[in-house]
């Protein structure tokens, strides 16, 4: 009996020291190869991952110092692409994507709790292409085109019933172009154009039946036919002129 249980002990160490030496090694050039573990300074799991020729591959896990996991990620054989998830400190998946190098690219999705919020699409770090946020019943909020990380395109908010509340134009992150808003039956209240984020020339506000009621002249945010109008059509002006444009700018965590 005394024998055997020599033995298992000896076999027990011996597969605590084999499994000791065959993680965090290094090749004779000083790469890193196999599996790697870090740990924070109070001695929680930072990452774990395998290495091959210094370089991550498969599926690596990354930690807060709380010990929730912070990031799941597999790493693509000879290529730059990483397709990522990450979880914020309570552990709860806030983004899914993927990193090209360090730089988030392709389609990312955003979320609250289970719920998708934001998609945006990215080429090497900057949004490019459809942006779209959403509210709790999956309905789009609104959708915006970008270029180079900057609007540049039609963007378009929707009421919560679905029908659209205004579109814009956007060039390299400025309004410039034709913008229209509309009223929650989808009649459209007014219409105009923008210069560099300013109001130029001609606006027009219509009434519920579509009928023109008057018209603004602007040059460059500047109202040129203020005295024309009445007071009464001034102060409901003064009402659309204050909310116009106001899309909501994404947010990224």
């Known amino acids: 009996m005394r024998k055997i249980f020599l033995l298992l002990v000896l076999f027990l160490s011996s597969i605590l020291c084999f499994s000791q030496v065959s ?32 370089k991550p591959v498969g599926n690596w896990k990354r930690y807060h110092e709380s010990g ?56 090497l770090g900057k949004k490019t292409g459809k942006a779209q946020g959403f509210d709790e019943q999956r309905k789009v909020m609104w959708e915006k085109e970008f270029k180079n990380n900057f609007p540049d395109g039609i963007s378009i908010e929707y009421y919560p019933s679905g029908i659209k509340r205004n579109q814009i134009s956007y060039t390299e992150g400025k309004k410039n172009g034709l913008a229209i808003f509309y009223d929650e039956n989808g009649s459209k209240m007014t219409e105009g154009s923008y210069n560099d984020d300013l109001s ?54």
Not at 233 to 251: L, T
């Open 200 to 253: 130029d020339g001609s606006w027009k506000i219509f009434d519920k039946t579509g009928k023109l009621k008057y018209e603004v002249k602007y040059d460059k945010g500047e109202i040129l036919n203020g005295g024309a109008m009445d007071s009464l059509q001034m102060k409901e002006f003064k009402k659309y002129d204050s909310v116009k444009g106001k899309i909501p700018e994404p947010k990224v965590p």
């Open 23 to 54: 993680i965090n090694k290094t090749d004779a050039k000083g790469l890193k190869q196999g599996k790697w573990v870090s740990k924070y300074p109070g001695g929680s799991l930072k990452y774990e991952g395998n290495f091959d020729n210094d």
């Open 68 to 123: 929730k996991v912070k990031a799941l990620m597999t790493y693509r054989p000879n290529s730059e692409r990483v397709f990522a998830s990450l979880f914020d400190e309570e552990g709860n998946l806030y983004a899914k994507g993927v990193f090209d190098g360090t730089l988030r690219d392709s389609t990312w999705n955003f979320y609250s709790g289970e719920q998708l919020v934001l998609t945006e699409n990215y080429a």
